[in-house]
C-alpha cells in the first residue's frame, strides 16, 4: 500500500512537471500564433514563444511582490498559477478559433521520410549529438561555486517563504538582497519545485537542462530557418555545427558553451543562450524580404518586448546589455531600411528595461 501511494506521488509529480514545463508553454503560445505570419507558426516557435511570455509575466508579477510583501512566495504561487492557467486556457481556446478559420493550428511541414537519405542521416546526427549532451549534462553535472547563491536561494525561496529576504549562505533573515531582487529567475526555479514537489537542487541540476538546452536549440533552428532559406537542405548541417560549437566551446569559464551544458540553471545562461539568441531570431523574422503584414509585424514587436522583460529576469546587468545590444541594432536596420521610426520602436522596447535600471538605482 505504502509502495503504491509512493507511486501516486511519483506519477503526480511527473505530470506537474510535464503541465509546467511542457503544455502549458506550449498552450500559452498558442495564443501568439494569431499575431504570427503563417510561416512562423510551427510547433517550436509556439513552443518558444510561450516560455518566454510565461517568465516574462512572472517578472512583472513576482518583482512588485518581492518589494512590498518579504513572505510572498506562497502570493507568487497562488498569483502564477491563475495566470498560468489563464493563459493556456485562451491558448487552447484560440487554437480552435485558427483550426476552424484557416483549417490548421500549425503550418505543415514536409515529414522527415520525405527529406534526403543524406538529409536523414544528418538530421540522425544532430540529434544523437544533442542527446549526448543532454546525457552528460544530467549524469556527470558538475557543482559551480554560484549554486551555493543561486541554487541555494531557490532552495530556501520554496522552503522558508521568503523572497530575498533569507541569506543562503547562512539561512538567517537578512535586509532584501538589492542586487538581485529584480532578478526572480531563482524564484521561478522555486516555484517549478514547489508545484512539483520536487527538490530545487535535483529540479536545477537534473531535470531543467532537459528543456533549457533543447529550447537553446530550438532558437538555434528557427534561427538558421531564416538565414538559410534558399538553402534548407543544408539546415542540418548548420545545426550539426552549432552541437559541435557548443559541445567543444568550453575554451573558458565563462563562455556561452560552458554556461549552458555546466551551469543550464542559472540566469546568465539564460540571459547568453536564450534571451540574446531570440532577440537575433525576433529581428530576422521581422525584417526578412517578403515581410508581413502590420498585424504580424505587430505580435513580434510584442515579443520583442517580452525578451527584453525576460532578459531583466536573468541578470540585473543584462537591462543595460540588452539595451546597447538593440540601439546598435535599432541604428543598423534604420539606415538600411531608412525608416528611423524603427529606432524609435526598438528604443520603446527597451522601456522594461529602462524601467528596472531605475528601481535597481533607486533602491
Same mark, same amino acid.
Given at each position: 500500500?505504502?509502495?503504491?501511494?509512493?507511486?501516486?506521488?511519483?506519477?503526480?509529480?511527473?505530470?506537474?512537471?510535464?503541465?509546467?514545463?511542457?503544455?502549458?508553454?506550449?498552450?500559452?503560445?498558442?495564443?501568439?500564433?494569431?499575431?504570427?505570419?503563417?510561416?512562423?507558426?510551427?510547433?517550436?516557435?509556439?513552443?518558444?514563444?510561450?516560455?518566454?511570455?510565461?517568465?516574462?509575466?512572472?517578472?512583472?508579477?513576482?518583482?512588485?511582490?518581492?518589494?512590498?510583501?518579504?513572505?510572498?512566495?506562497?502570493?507568487?504561487?497562488?498569483?502564477?498559477?491563475?495566470?498560468?492557467?489563464?493563459?493556456?486556457?485562451?491558448?487552447?481556446?484560440?487554437?480552435?478559433?485558427?483550426?476552424?478559420?484557416?483549417?490548421?493550428?500549425?503550418?505543415?511541414?514536409?515529414?522527415?521520410?520525405?527529406?534526403?537519405?543524406?538529409?536523414?542521416?544528418?538530421?540522425?546526427?544532430?540529434?544523437?549529438?544533442?542527446?549526448?549532451?543532454?546525457?552528460?549534462?544530467?549524469?556527470?553535472?558538475?557543482?559551480?561555486?554560484?549554486?551555493?547563491?543561486?541554487?541555494?536561494?531557490?532552495?530556501?525561496?520554496?522552503?522558508?517563504?521568503?523572497?530575498?529576504?533569507?541569506?543562503?549562505?547562512?539561512?538567517?533573515?537578512?535586509?532584501?538582497?538589492?542586487?538581485?531582487?529584480?532578478?526572480?529567475?531563482?524564484?521561478?526555479?522555486?516555484?517549478?519545485?514547489?508545484?512539483?514537489?520536487?527538490?530545487?537542487?535535483?529540479?536545477?541540476?537534473?531535470?531543467?537542462?532537459?528543456?533549457?538546452?533543447?529550447?537553446?536549440?530550438?532558437?538555434?533552428?528557427?534561427?538558421?530557418?531564416?538565414?538559410?532559406?534558399?538553402?534548407?537542405?543544408?539546415?542540418?548541417?548548420?545545426?550539426?555545427?552549432?552541437?559541435?560549437?557548443?559541445?567543444?566551446?568550453?575554451?573558458?569559464?565563462?563562455?556561452?558553451?560552458?554556461?549552458?551544458?555546466?551551469?543550464?540553471?542559472?540566469?546568465?545562461?539564460?540571459?547568453?543562450?536564450?534571451?540574446?539568441?531570440?532577440?537575433?531570431?525576433?529581428?530576422?523574422?521581422?525584417?526578412?524580404?517578403?515581410?508581413?503584414?502590420?498585424?504580424?509585424?505587430?505580435?513580434?514587436?510584442?515579443?520583442?518586448?517580452?525578451?527584453?522583460?525576460?532578459?531583466?529576469?536573468?541578470?540585473? &546587468?543584462?537591462?543595460?546589455?540588452?539595451?546597447?545590444?538593440?540601439?546598435?541594432?535599432?541604428?543598423?536596420?534604420?539606415?538600411?531600411?531608412?525608416?528611423?521610426?524603427?529606432?524609435?520602436?526598438?528604443?520603446?522596447?527597451?522601456?522594461?528595461?529602462?524601467?528596472?535600471?531605475?528601481?535597481?538605482? &533607486?533602491?
Amino acid at each position: 500500500m505504502i509502495m503504491k501511494l509512493f507511486g501516486m506521488i511519483g506519477t503526480i509529480r511527473k505530470g506537474m512537471l510535464v503541465l509546467m514545463l511542457l503544455l502549458a508553454p506550449l498552450g500559452t503560445g498558442l495564443f501568439i500564433n494569431r499575431f504570427l505570419a503563417p510561416d512562423n507558426r510551427s510547433v517550436g516557435v509556439t513552443y518558444i514563444s510561450g516560455f518566454l511570455i510565461l517568465l516574462a509575466a512572472f517578472q512583472l508579477m513576482t518583482v512588485p511582490v518581492i518589494f512590498l510583501d518579504a513572505w510572498g512566495f506562497d502570493i507568487v504561487v497562488k498569483l502564477f498559477t491563475v495566470i498560468v492557467t489563464l493563459f493556456t486556457g485562451l491558448g487552447i481556446m484560440q487554437s480552435f478559433h485558427l483550426w476552424r478559420k484557416e483549417g490548421m493550428v500549425f503550418r505543415k511541414r514536409i515529414l522527415f521520410k520525405d527529406r534526403a537519405r543524406v538529409e536523414q542521416v544528418q538530421w540522425i546526427v544532430m540529434l544523437v549529438l544533442l542527446g549526448v549532451q543532454l546525457f552528460m549534462a544530467v549524469t556527470h553535472a558538475s557543482f559551480d561555486g554560484d549554486d551555493a547563491y543561486y541554487v541555494a536561494n531557490s532552495l530556501v525561496t520554496e522552503e522558508a517563504g521568503t523572497l530575498y529576504r533569507t541569506s543562503p549562505y547562512t539561512g538567517r533573515s537578512t535586509f532584501l538582497d538589492k542586487r538581485h531582487s529584480l532578478a526572480a529567475f531563482p524564484i521561478w526555479i522555486a516555484y517549478i519545485a514547489r508545484m512539483t514537489g520536487i527538490h530545487a537542487t535535483i529540479l536545477s541540476h537534473t531535470i531543467l537542462p532537459l528543456v533549457l538546452i533543447p529550447l537553446t536549440y530550438l532558437i538555434y533552428y528557427e534561427i538558421g530557418k531564416k538565414l538559410l532559406k534558399d538553402k534548407l537542405e543544408t539546415l542540418p548541417t548548420y545545426m550539426i555545427f552549432v552541437n559541435i560549437l557548443q559541445i567543444f566551446g568550453n575554451v573558458s569559464i565563462y563562455s556561452n558553451s560552458t554556461f549552458l551544458l555546466m551551469r543550464t540553471w542559472q540566469g546568465k545562461s539564460m540571459l547568453a543562450n536564450v534571451v540574446i539568441p531570440a532577440i537575433f531570431m525576433i529581428l530576422l523574422w521581422m525584417f526578412e524580404e517578403n515581410g508581413q503584414n502590420s498585424k504580424e509585424k505587430g505580435g513580434l514587436w510584442i515579443l520583442l518586448v517580452v525578451v527584453n522583460i525576460v532578459a531583466a529576469m536573468m541578470s540585473t &546587468a543584462s537591462v543595460f546589455l540588452n539595451s546597447f545590444l538593440l540601439a546598435v541594432m535599432g541604428i543598423i536596420i534604420s539606415m538600411q531600411e531608412k525608416n528611423w521610426k524603427i529606432l524609435l520602436k526598438m528604443a520603446l522596447c527597451c522601456i522594461p528595461c529602462v524601467v528596472y535600471a531605475v528601481l535597481y538605482m &533607486a533602491f
